[in-house]
Structures are given as structure tokens and as C-alpha cells.
């Protein structure tokens, strides 16, 4: 139902995207819209490429199995690339492999993706007004979505331009709220 999604929900994909050639002679060719055809089979509304590409994966009202225990009142948005839960330890807190930097390319994509899920959602009726990350609603994605992209996407954006909310301590199920070392409104360490 529109009116009980009230907010996004941001996630790192914990990986980057390659394509086969067969992905490539799909796309006739294309390469890069092989990539971003990637993107129609990950669970969410949204997704954010590193190449600083955004691609709109379903409608709005869709219901997602993204976000656990946020599922039903947020849309998702995926954001290409495996980051640190923490940029001052990024070996120790990357998951799944070496850590992907974090362009200015890749955070334009993410902040387009949040701003344009505000937009469509509310158009659809949802009244969104808060920003959650994943690990907030599972004890498994402790890194997701990270220490950088929360301060990019969230804090240097999705608050101060778009008027989101955050919820710092707010869990859902197993989750976990939001590290000090995220947000000077969290709570706890990382």
C-alpha cells in the first residue's frame, strides 16, 4: 500500500559488475547497456552504477524482498560496489574482498537514485520521509551500505537537499542502528 512507505533504504551490492560476451551480444553489442541490464535482476527499485549510470528497476508500488524487516515500507536502492563499514579500517570491515573506491561518479549516481525514488515514490502516494540502510533491519549486513556512502548519500545529501530523516537508532528485527563513526547521531561503535 503507497501511504506505509515512508522511506528509502540504501544498500552496496558487496560487489562490482562485469558482463560475459554473451550478456554483450544480448545488448547487440553494447557493452554498457549489458551492464545496466545487470541491474533488472537485483532485488530493488533502483540502481546506482559506478560508471555514475542510474537504472529504475520496477515500478514504485512493487514489493521487494531487499531491505528484510524494511520491505514493506521502503523502496530499495542498490549502489555498485563493495565498500568499508569503515573508512579509517577498510580491510578489516570490507566484505567479501578488497574494497571498491568511492568516486564522486558513483555517489552523483547514488544521490540521483535516492532523489529520484523521493520524487516517483511520492508521486505514487508515498508519503517517504525517512533514509534507513540495511543494517539496520539485518545483524548480517553490518557493512551495508558503509561509512562513506552514508556521509555522501545520506548526510551530505539526502538530509540537507531532499529534507530526509534519519533514524540512527531504529532497528527492525536483528539490525543494527547506525555507528558513531557514521553519524554523530549514532549510537554505539562499529
Known amino acids: 500500500a ?48 559506478m560508471d555514475g549510470t542510474l537504472v529504475l528497476t520496477n515500478e514504485m508500488q512493487s514489493y521487494i524482498n531487499a531491505s528484510n524487516g524494511l520491505n514493506a515500507s521502503c523502496l530499495a536502492l542498490e549502489i555498485e560496489g563493495r565498500y568499508p563499514g569503515l573508512v579509517n579500517d577498510p580491510i578489516g570491515t570490507t566484505w567479501g574482498g578488497d574494497p571498491t573506491p568511492l568516486t564522486g561518479t558513483t555517489v552523483a549516481a547514488a544521490q540521483e537514485g535516492v532523489r529520484k525514488l523521493v520524487q516517483l515514490g511520492r508521486a505514487a502516494g508515498m508519503p517517504i520521509q525517512f533514509i534507513y540502510t540495511h543494517r539496520q533491519s539485518s ?33 527492525v528485527g536483528s539490525g543494527r542502528p547506525i555507528p558513531e563513526e557514521w553519524d554523530p547521531s549514532g549510537v554505539g561503535h562499529y
Not at 528509502?8 to 551480444?25: D, E, L, R
Not at 533488472?40 to 527499485?45: E, G, I, W
Request: with cysteine; proline share 4%; charged share 15%.
Open 139 to 171: 545483524e548480517t549486513r553490518r557493512s551495508d551500505c558503509g561509512e562513506a556512502l552514508w556521509r555522501n548519500v545520506v548526510l551530505d545529501f539526502a538530509v540537507p537537499v531532499l529534507g530526509l530523516k534519519t533514524a540512527p537508532t531504529m532497528t
Open 2 to 49: 503507497p501511504h506505509t512507505v515512508t522511506g528509502i533504504c540504501i544498500h552496496q551490492t558487496a560487489c562490482t559488475y562485469g558482463v560475459s560476451q554473451a550478456q554483450i551480444n544480448a545488448a547487440g553489442g553494447d557493452r554498457d547497456l549489458a551492464l545496466h541490464r545487470r541491474a533488472l535482476n537485483v532485488a530493488c527499485h533502483a540502481m546506482a552504477f
